[in-house]
């Protein structure tokens, strides 16, 4: 209590929270990003779970923009369906949020720009702070209204009694590279929020309880910079791309990473010489990556099938966003399923996986990097605009036993040297590799023998597609029946893959809590699938799978789309929606009580 | 790889060539293989790589780690293998269609990176492989299988587009004068830098005939540019050379010492892993994480 700048006065009730969900509503411009992240790493520093949500408008710079934070003192699964606490910076933010607010809910709004809201609604209560006038009052100057981010942080800190000091020292960190001026002006702008006498105007203070303490400072980051983290740790030394929402942010993580480990990523003028740029540094034996959103990864497809049938490992980020074309840039969607697996031309197999949270973007990379050195083929990992922006804590992976320093193969090759064996898994010559008999591989795109040598016999095509089919079924085989959450057999099972993961849990353990059967089965691999899933399935009265995609021309969402053609059983079915936003859990539940009636 | 064994065209021959008989082609190829007999690298460092087209096929034909890679793209896959792999003598081959059209942007690109590898365009103003398209070479006229009327769009000029794009070597030369073809070849290699030679290589079935205006035994002129009078370092002097009627100019139209991606890439490399001391994988992730604590 002794961080408490405004003491609560007796007739003040201090309310203990197991969690909070703050949302926070303004315009992109004003930085409310930034007070979620600074939220999100004080989170990680005193050993709470944390996830965070996150949306902004396509445009540059100007429209709204939210930033959800739910803290939580155990398992954070979810940004959460409606917010505790909501932040209203213009009249459009508190017109359109305040619906999201639980009854109970404290709204605090900027009192120069929100009309006084009808104060006989007690199922709110409003707290009206004028944030704009008195940042500029105490930054002074020239500044305006900036720094009126870092007075809400501060004002935050003081309604939740957070640990200033690692605030004051997070703050510090981040605009201390930014100049004198700058740092100044946020530690003014920090310490008027946390002194303003919200006593006067809320008589409520709020702590939110610490979990066990776990000894451990958690590490806090999107989910792109966890993928970015992932791949260096996969060997990634090479590759190129070329800018696109949300994909962006990981090819200049990569671009300015790379170079301190003796590696080159390169912007590429186009999304076609992105990937075979990066096909380019695969050929010449090294681990190597390319990523983009739906319409590049559209863009990428032909190389893409030069890369199954040359059979060269490329590992292939495409952070989904809404589509179809460009559709919803700044929205999350599952809608590139189809796409990942089948959208070359050709009988094209290839390797696709997803990760479930911000965490798994990291361990997810990792085995991207691992699959398409071992299968010799491309891996498209899907991820998606929500898990790419959010920002979760997670235990830092134990980087020791995970990191190997790759190596260039550059042994000379024996003269009976066959990169395309009809009985096993190829393995290319890299260029500089001699080769005993004197004879030099060519890698083509011609359907071609097991020397590599282009051939056009009928019987050698259906062969080579057997042999690329037989080696993606492979991998299918030795994948663990995926765990189910909840009960083995019961009445309903919840199926998703994606950043669906999270609400679907929460969704499970609500309805267990309430006496359902229900269980969740969540899908790491896309492509091949488990060989586990029909028996898995068997044991429920209902399968019901939940995308955030299309129910398509039949009714059914792509990943059930997929089930059904290989399960050819009817009790699949699926829920979908195309709204751009994540799935809230009770939505979820809903959804699964229409379908099971 | 013994250390002593030369080198020789025997070593570099692979399978034979399938262009029809006659074809401009059979001569580049007879001229590359000598000029890498005389410069001697290692057999196994040699890097060939194309996109599609009959020219395209160039790699099945040398005996050395290659590529057939997909239509229009074998200029950024070879910057791949030249950036990832700077031991390597990386060599891109194609043709008009390949390179001026369905990858004339990336030419542009490889051109203004600078990337230090060597291209090869066979130029023969036509699609031959799909047999008679108008290319963005044909001249206003030419009478093919799209323009049975006569070709109606503006021809780009090559050199032009070379020189604009920022190519540090640009030369031109003529599938039937094999020794200057060698010679160009030979400074295009040598040339630190992205280095382009335009051959006009006569496809005898699709558009026999079209070269000769520049081929002395068919009473044409092969005009050579006298580097005492043409300062190649001068790039307005390259656009004039540029811009002569056809047959034009042969030889080197335009050549700048200029840093090459290659270089400034490990020059931030160098800088870089000074920095860091040279750190390992390892060390260099756990900084990383220690930033989002």
């Given at each position: 209590m002794s961080n408490t700048a405004a003491p609560a006065s007796s007739d003040h009730s201090l309310i203990e929270l197991q969690d909070a969900v703050i949302r926070f509503a303004g315009n992109s411009q004003d930085g409310i990003q930034t007070i979620g992240a600074f939220l999100a790493k004080l989170a990680g520093r005193s050993e709470r779970e944390v996830m965070t949500y996150m949306t902004i408008p396509s445009t540059i710079s100007g429209g709204p923009s939210i930033f959800q934070v739910h803290l939580g003192s155990g398992e954070v699964l979810s940004?959460?369906?409606?917010?505790?606490?909501?932040?209203?910076?213009?009249?459009?933010?508190?017109?359109?949020?305040?619906?999201?607010?639980?009854?109970?809910?404290?709204?605090?709004?900027?009192?120069?720009?929100?009309?006084?809201?009808?104060?006989?609604?007690?199922?709110?209560?409003?707290?009206?702070?004028?944030?704009?006038?008195?940042?500029?009052?105490?930054?002074?100057?020239?500044?305006?209204?900036?720094?009126?981010?870092?007075?809400?942080?501060?004002?935050?800190?003081?309604?939740?009694?957070?640990?200033?000091?690692?605030?004051?020292?997070?703050?510090?960190?981040?605009?201390?590279?930014?100049?004198?001026?700058?740092?100044?002006?946020?530690?003014?702008?920090?310490?008027?929020?946390?002194?303003?006498?919200?006593?006067?105007?809320?008589?409520m203070a709020f702590n939110l309880k610490s979990g066990e303490a776990t000894g451990e400072e958690k590490v806090t980051m999107d989910g792109n910079t966890a993928m970015t983290l992932g791949l260096l740790a996969g060997g990634v030394r090479f590759g190129a791309g070329y800018p696109i929402t949300p994909w962006s942010t990981i090819m200049e993580q990569l671009r300015s990473e790379l170079p301190k480990y003796g590696g080159v990523f390169v912007q590429a003028e186009d999304e076609l010489a992105a990937v075979s740029i990066a096909l380019g540094c695969a050929y010449?034996?090294?681990?190597?990556?390319?990523?983009?959103?739906?319409?590049?990864?559209?863009?990428?497809?032909?190389?893409?099938?030069?890369?199954?049938?040359?059979?060269?490992?490329?590992?292939?980020?495409?952070?989904?966003?809404?589509?179809?074309?460009?559709?919803?840039?700044?929205?999350?969607?599952?809608?590139?399923?189809?796409?990942?697996?089948?959208?070359?031309?050709?009988?094209?197999?290839?390797?696709?996986?997803?990760?479930?949270?911000?965490?798994?973007?990291?361990?997810?990379?990792?085995?991207?990097?691992?699959?398409?050195?071992?299968?010799?083929?491309?891996?498209?990992?899907?991820?998606?605009?929500?898990?790419?922006?959010?920002?979760?804590?997670?235990?830092?992976?134990?980087?020791?036993?995970?990191?190997?320093?790759?190596?260039?193969?550059?042994?000379?090759?024996?003269?009976?040297?066959?990169?395309?064996?009809?009985?096993?898994?190829?393995?290319?010559?890299?260029?500089?590799?001699?080769?005993?008999?004197?004879k030099y591989p060519v890698v083509t795109g011609l359907e071609h023998d097991e020397w590599g040598h282009p051939s056009g016999n009928p019987t050698m095509h259906a062969r080579m597609n057997a042999r690329r089919r037989e080696k993606i079924k492979s991998l299918g085989d030795k994948l663990p029946a995926p765990e189910i959450f909840g009960d083995e057999e019961g009445d309903?099972?919840?199926?998703?893959?994606?950043?669906?993961?999270?609400?679907?849990?929460?969704?499970?353990?609500?309805?267990?809590?309430?006496?359902?059967?229900?269980?969740?089965?969540?899908?790491?691999?896309?492509?091949?699938?488990?060989?586990?899933?029909?028996?898995?399935?068997?044991?429920?009265?209902?399968?019901?799978?939940?995308?955030?995609?299309?129910?398509?021309?039949?009714?059914?969402?792509?990943?059930?789309?997929?089930?059904?053609?290989?399960?050819?059983?009817?009790?699949?079915?699926?829920?979908?929606?195309?709204?751009?936003?994540?799935?809230?859990?009770?939505?979820?539940?809903?959804?699964?009580?229409?379908?099971?009636? | 790889m013994s250390e002593t064994k030369k080198l020789t065209k025997k070593d570099l021959t692979a399978d034979h060539p399938t262009w029809c008989p006659g074809c401009g082609d059979f001569a580049v190829l007879a001229a590359f293989y000598k000029v890498l007999e005389k410069l001697q690298f290692p057999h196994e460092k040699i890097c060939t790589i194309a996109g599609i087209g009959c020219s395209s096929r160039f790699p099945y034909f040398v005996n050395s780690h290659g590529v057939h890679f997909i239509h229009g793209r074998a200029l950024p896959f070879a910057t791949g293998v030249s950036l990832s792999r700077p031991d390597l003598h990386v060599f891109a081959f194609g043709g008009d269609g390949d390179g001026y059209s369905i990858g004339g942007n990336h030419l542009d690109h490889a051109a203004r990176k600078n990337v230090n590898l060597t291209y090869v365009v066979m130029d023969n103003f036509v699609y031959g492989l799909t047999k008679k398209q108008t290319s963005p070479t044909s001249p206003e006229g030419f009478k093919s299988k799209t323009d049975p009327t006569g070709a109606i769009d503006r021809p780009i000029n090559?050199?032009?587009?070379?020189?604009?794009?920022?190519?540090?070597?640009v030369a031109r030369t003529h599938a039937t004068q094999v020794k200057h073809m060698m010679q160009v070849f030979e400074r295009a290699i040598l040339h630190p830098g992205f280095s382009v030679v335009e051959v006009l290589s006569e496809c005898v079935v699709f558009y026999p005939g079209i070269f000769d205006d520049g081929n002395p035994r068919k009473g044409g002129e092969f005009d050579i540019i006298d580097e005492e009078e043409h300062d190649v370092?001068?790039?307005?002097?390259?656009?004039?050379?540029?811009?002569?009627?056809?047959?034009?100019?042969?030889?080197?139209?335009?050549?700048?010492?200029?840093?090459?991606?290659?270089?400034?890439?490990?020059?931030?490399?160098?800088?870089?892993?000074?920095?860091?001391?040279?750190a390992g994988a390892a060390d260099l992730l756990k900084d990383r994480f220690a930033a989002f604590k």
């Open positions: 940004p959460g369906d409606e917010s505790d606490f909501l932040v209203a910076f213009y009249q459009h933010s508190y017109e359109n949020h305040i619906s999201s607010l639980k009854k109970g809910g404290v709204c605090i709004y900027d009192s120069d720009h929100v009309d006084e809201p009808d104060l006989e609604n007690k199922d709110i209560v409003h707290v009206g702070i004028p944030i704009t006038s008195t940042t500029v009052e105490a930054i002074g100057g020239s500044a305006r209204d900036r720094g009126k981010n870092i007075f809400v942080l501060g004002l935050v800190a003081q309604l939740f009694q957070l640990k200033k000091e690692k605030l004051v020292s997070l703050v510090e960190r981040q605009f201390g590279r930014k100049g004198e001026g700058v740092l100044r002006n946020a530690m003014v702008a920090f310490d008027a929020g946390f002194a303003y006498p919200i006593g006067d105007v809320l008589n010449s034996g090294h681990t190597s990556v390319t990523g983009s959103s739906g319409p590049g990864l559209s863009l990428k497809m032909e190389a893409l099938s030069y890369a199954t049938m040359a059979e060269l490992p490329l590992i292939v980020i495409n952070v989904q966003r809404g589509g179809p074309s460009t559709g919803l840039p700044t929205s999350v969607e599952q809608s590139d399923l189809m796409q990942a697996i089948y959208g070359s031309h050709g009988d094209c197999p290839r390797i696709v996986i997803a990760p479930k949270d911000v965490e798994d973007c990291f361990y997810v990379a990792v085995e991207a990097c691992e699959l398409a050195k071992e299968y010799s083929c491309p891996v498209i990992v899907l991820t998606d605009q929500a898990l790419a922006t959010r920002i979760e804590a997670f235990t830092e992976p134990d980087l020791e036993s995970l990191v190997e320093e790759p190596e260039l193969d550059q042994e000379i090759r024996a003269e009976d040297f066959k990169p395309y064996p009809l009985d096993g898994l190829t393995r290319h010559a890299p260029p500089g590799a001699p080769m005993e008999g004197g309903v099972l919840v199926v998703g893959w994606g950043s669906t993961w999270g609400p679907i849990r929460e969704a499970v353990i609500r309805a267990r809590e309430n006496g359902k059967a229900y269980s969740a089965l969540h899908l790491r691999h896309m492509n091949p699938l488990p060989n586990s899933l029909a028996e898995q399935f068997k044991k429920f009265s209902h399968v019901i799978v939940v995308e955030m995609n299309d129910e398509g021309l039949y009714g059914s969402g792509q990943l059930a789309t997929l089930l059904r053609a290989r399960y050819c059983d009817p009790r699949i079915q699926s829920t979908c929606k195309t709204d751009g936003l994540t799935y809230r859990v009770q939505d979820i539940l809903d959804r699964i009580d229409a379908i099971t009636g | 090559p050199m032009k587009k070379l020189v604009y794009g920022g190519a540090t070597f370092t001068d790039e307005n002097a390259a656009y004039q050379i540029a811009t002569l009627q056809y047959p034009g100019k042969f030889g080197v139209f335009f050549e700048e010492d200029r840093p090459t991606k290659n270089d400034l890439e490990q020059k931030w490399i160098d800088d870089s892993q000074q920095k860091t001391g040279g």
